[in-house]
């Protein structure tokens, strides 16, 4: 599944970041890699974007960028 399919209050944990070399950068810069965990808080009045809880920072993602991060549910102890 995609972190965009994410309910919001769920957690899940990255597996594959499938995005182009200037959204990676972006994604590594605000701490988001494989292993990391992702919990889906708000979502704007039009659903785009969705704001996350990454590495204890509040993060807005687009839905776009949010479809190619793929991510396994469960918390992080459950899935290590």
Known sequence: MTLNELSIGESAIVSK?????????????????EETKVTSLYQSYMKDPTAYMIRGAVIALRNKDAKKIH????????VL
């Not at 991510?71 to 459950?78: K, L, M, Q």
């Open 17 to 33: 970041i499938d995005v182009d070399e200037n959204m990676t950068r972006r994604l590594l810069d605000i701490g988001l890699t």
């Open 71 to 78: 991510v396994i549910r469960g918390h992080h102890e459950d």
